[in-house]
């Protein structure tokens, strides 16, 4: 499983690893020599310049002689994910350029407004990218959330972003929808059920599964409805339904239909 930031990752690999803990724990053999265990694969991701181990690998990263297998990840609304984002406040303990570099900015950093938050990336999010991965987002058609759904799913981050600063045009064409990987997206918003389908499938029984439902949410940040409302402007409603449109092609392509209208506006 390939884990997107702010989709319900961390969840699903806890459900992952209790799922094969229950299915073989009763298996002697199994347990005394930890074949169920699953383990995760933690990797330098390729498109930063700094140098840090993370869970977030890329399908690129996936061996080539596992490539056939299935691979899964998660998605969510590109409006909801994004405000998780700026509610989750990581990048406030992370931010994504020296600090000093973003008090020129934004002298009253991290207090800074959803507006604000978006433009951070977008002047930003290129000073820490290697030079292969280095997209001006400010210059771009794109936004930040598809940066990185390319640098996680496209085939080849590199040559699909070497495209898109060349024909600007490009993120729009049919051909820029099979630069993405053939991954199994389950949508956050169902991920209780699409979970349990997805391990049923696998030969999985259904009396190991229930805990999933049972199973607490992991990294919310619990806002009231009204107080999420507000942080919305005429200008971060536009950003996401121009430049993030990409991430809503692909997924209705897949079968995953987000109407461009968050829920919490």
Not at 23 to 50: A, C, D, G, Q, V
Not at 118 to 129: A, C, K, M, N, S
Not at 135 to 141: A, G, R
Not at 165 to 175: G, P
Request: proline share 5%.
């Amino acid at each position: 499983m390939i884990n997107f930031p702010k989709t319900g990752s961390s969840f699903a690999r806890e459900v992952l690893k209790r799922a094969y803990n229950k299915r073989y724990s009763t298996n002697i053999l199994s347990f005394n020599l930890n074949w169920y265990k699953p383990k995760e694969l933690y990797l330098k991701p390729l498109h930063t310049k700094l140098d840090i181990i993370s869970q977030h690998g890329a399908y690129c990263q996936i061996p080539y002689s596992v490539q056939e297998r299935p691979v899964f990840s998660i998605v969510r609304n590109p409006f909801e994910r994004l405000l998780s984002s700026y509610e989750y406040r990581w990048w406030a303990k992370n931010p994504p350029a020296p600090l000093e570099k973003i008090k020129e900015v934004y002298p009253k950093f991290p207090n800074i407004s959803l507006d604000e938050f978006i433009e951070l990336y977008q002047i930003f999010e290129d000073l820490t990218r290697n030079d292969e991965y280095r997209i001006n987002l400010l210059q771009s058609n794109i936004g930040y959330q598809t940066l990185r759904f390319i640098d996680l799913f496209a085939i080849n981050p590199v040559a699909f972003l070497s495209k898109i600063q060349v024909d600007r045009d490009y993120i729009d064409s049919t051909e820029a929808l099979n630069e993405i990987a053939q991954i199994n997206f389950l949508k956050q918003e169902n991920l209780r059920q699409e979970l349990k389908k997805m391990l049923l499938n696998f030969g999985f029984s259904d009396n190991h599964l229930n805990f999933i439902y049972f199973k607490p949410r992991v990294n919310v940040t619990n806002n009231s409805k009204s107080y999420r409302k507000k942080l919305w402007t005429t200008k971060s409603i536009a950003h996401v339904r121009k430049k993030e449109r990409f991430i809503f092609r692909v997924l209705a392509q897949r079968g995953i239909s987000y109407n461009n209208i968050n829920p919490s506006i």
